[in-house]
């Protein structure tokens, strides 16, 4: 992978919450905004937008399972702006809204641990 895309990878990585603009990204590896872009697309599969928001969804889901944050909390602590803007890219990309994700983890939690507790229990 060009040294320059995994640069910039890992300055989104790094900083989610952070909105950066083509242009700060381009700039920070010394190439000019459509060759950047063109140049991201061809090593990654995506726009800088596209994987930037697929960054920030795969750390909504990890947190949805493993945190309390209230939707708000989560929201802002991933990068986006708006609750629903978030709820509705969240569902597009998983199928479920965030709290109806956030349920059938828990529900699949408790359901593990009862199983858990059971078998302990038999023996």
Request: aromatic share 8%.
């Amino acid at each position: 992978m060009d040294q320059r895309i995994r640069i910039v990878m890992d300055l989104m990585a790094d900083d989610l919450h952070r909105d950066s603009s083509l242009y700060a990204l381009a700039q920070a590896v010394n190439l000019s905004i459509s060759r950047f872009h063109h140049l991201f697309k061809i090593e990654t599969g995506a726009t800088p937008a596209r994987y930037l928001r697929s960054l920030r969804l795969e750390l909504a889901r990890e947190l949805l399972e493993t945190s309390f944050l209230t939707m708000k909390q989560l929201t802002q602590t991933v990068g986006f702006m708006d609750q629903s803007h978030f709820n509705h890219e969240f569902k597009r990309a998983y199928g479920l809204t965030p709290t109806g994700y956030r349920a059938m983890t828990r529900s699949q939690l408790n359901r593990e641990h009862k199983n858990d507790s059971n078998s302990r229990n038999r023996q």
